[in-house]
């Protein structure tokens, strides 16, 4: 047997090979096997020669043996080289011919060996964000639109109202499948339809008709779709407005917050985004970290962990829109839409793999606990769900594994360099910053 590295250093390849005595050794001990059970015509049970048997059963049973002997000497010399193995390897067959050596090449992908840049030539953005008493308004106000009820209007529709429409859509001419529906309610602001509809939609009244001329977004999730010009053709069959409840203690409950007057439940809902705001700094802090941490440790990643991380996040997907995985259509997300994404995931993995194993940081055990109280306060019964997690070692687990990333964040910090960089509210919440 023969090793050797291919080009990279993640794909590598391996001779492999299976020795003619060891394959006709087998074959036998198989034939033999086959004989004692066999019913041939012609002859008692197990009783018909073993020449017999090899015509009708050997040519299947040789190649079943080459094939188990190759793989088993893959996996021997793998484990003799401590090969770090990330995908099944591709057995290419070079030699198969009866009677001489069986040989083999396989192809397979290794986990990367990565040389870490120091953490002192990491750089990222440390965002701030302070919370106004506008941003207070605007969440009273989105709580308020959360609970709106909608009232037919007969006056043109403007941006916040909901228009219901029938609507059908043609491209070049023709219908086309999911283009068409009837009674089919549009928020006007929402963002929800393709680039223009919904502003398509303003200043029209209950019979009014309008032809839309639009284009589907080249990003659209119907790669048949997208970037092709299409016609909508409109009817409104109702314009609705908005109708706020009053901000009065049935509206606060109804939110959840126990308070008697505006001023108080004001001071309620700051201090709820205040809490959220925690969570979603320190979540912008460290994708920021990890941005920093890939730009100065640039790598190759193997296909197949790439190809594992967009199969669980298709899964994902399909579980947050009520789908089982089982399921869903492989057209419905195509692998393009999660690649860079997925890549970026397991690179992110690797190093942060790296940092833990040549620090050898362990599970902080006041991390882990702190870590679990807070995911358990919320609960009506905060010490029963503690002891859950405690007792269940698939959910300690996960949480240790927390409680690492957390660690290695909290020491990447230490030593990279931090820029500071102040958001709004709005920006933090939504994303569009840095």
């Known amino acids: 047997m023969k090793f050797f590295k291919s080009k990279t250093d993640i794909n590598q390849s391996l001779d492999i090979t299976v ?38 059963y050997g040519p299947e049973i040789r190649q079943e043996v080459i094939w188990d002997l190759a793989s088993q000497q893959f996996s021997k010399l793998a484990q003799e080289k401590d090969l770090k ?33 120091k953490m002192s030539k990491v750089t990222y953005k440390n965002f701030k964000c302070d919370i106004t008493d506008e941003d207070i308004d605007n969440s009273v106000l989105n709580l308020q639109k959360r609970l709106s009820q909608w009232e037919v209007s007969q006056e043109e529709s403007k941006k916040g109202d909901q228009v219901k429409i029938n609507f059908v859509g043609k491209i070049d001419g023709e219908e086309f499948e999911g283009g068409s529906a009837e009674d089919f309610n549009v928020e006007l602001g929402s963002k929800s339809m393709i680039e223009g509809f919904e502003d398509g939609l303003v200043g029209l009244k209950r019979g009014d008709k309008k032809v839309l001329d639009l284009q589907f977004p080249e990003d659209y999730g119907k790669e048949d779709l997208a970037s092709k010009p299409v016609q909508f053709e409109i009817e409104v069959k109702e314009v609705q407005i908005s109708k706020l409840p009053e901000l009065n203690e049935e509206f606060f409950k109804s939110t959840g917050i126990d308070a008697k007057d505006i001023k108080e439940f004001k001071k309620e809902v700051r201090e709820k985004l205040e809490e959220d705001l925690v969570n979603l700094l320190n979540g912008r802090v460290k994708q920021s970290l990890y941005d920093g941490l890939l730009e100065v440790n640039d790598f190759e990643v193997p296909l ?131």
């Open 19 to 56: 020795s003619n005595s060891e394959i006709e050794d087998q074959v036998l001990s198989k034939l033999k096997k086959v004989q004692k059970d066999s019913k041939l015509k012609g002859f008692r049970k197990g009783k018909a020669p073993i020449e017999v048997v090899s015509n009708i």
């Open 85 to 117: 193995i990330v995908s099944r390897p591709n057995l290419i067959p070079k030699q198969l011919e009866e009677g001489k050596d069986a040989k083999f090449v396989a192809d397979f992908e290794v986990y990367p060996e990565v040389s870490l840049t």
């Open 304 to 434: 197949a962990m790439i190809n594992s991380e967009i199969s669980n996040m298709k899964q994902d997907t399909a579980r947050r829109i009520g789908m089982d995985p089982k399921d869903m259509n492989p057209d419905l997300f195509p692998d393009d839409t999660f690649k860079e994404e997925a890549t970026k995931r397991v690179k992110i993995g690797i190093l942060l793999n790296q940092i833990i194993e040549e620090r050898d940081f362990k599970p902080d055990p006041d991390k882990v606990r702190e870590i679990i109280e807070d995911r358990a306060k919320n609960y009506k019964d905060p010490d029963q769900v503690i002891n859950y997690f405690y007792s269940d070692d698939e959910q300690l687990r996960n949480i240790e594994s927390i409680s690492l990333e957390e660690q290695v964040v909290d020491a990447i910090k230490i030593e990279a360099k931090a820029t500071e960089e102040n958001l709004t509210y709005e920006d933090c919440v939504s994303g569009t910053y840095g």
